[in-house]
């Protein structure tokens, strides 16, 4: 069987990349939504904010989620 192609710090960047770069998507998804429906900047920085933050939560929660599946699966 072949081992990772990637070092244990090359996997922990990229995790963390791929983490940041899901948070910037849903806030910036967020604030295209909030402008596309009209909203002044104020309005839009709000929902960028909001997206921000939704997009932590959701992090957190499917990091949470992954560690319970691969526990139980050993995967």
Known sequence: ??????SD????LANSRLK???IL?????AA???VQAGATLVQAAVAL???VVIGGLLTWY????SRE????NRR
Do not use: H
């Open 49 to 51: 904010l909001c997206g």
């Open 25 to 29: 998507l849903v806030g910036a998804s």
């Open 62 to 65: 499917l990091r949470r989620w």
């Open 20 to 22: 940041i770069g899901f």
């Open 1 to 6: 069987m072949v081992g990772s192609s990637m």
């Open 69 to 72: 599946f691969t526990a139980v």
């Open 32 to 34: 295209l939504v909030a």
């Open 9 to 12: 710090e090359e996997t922990r």
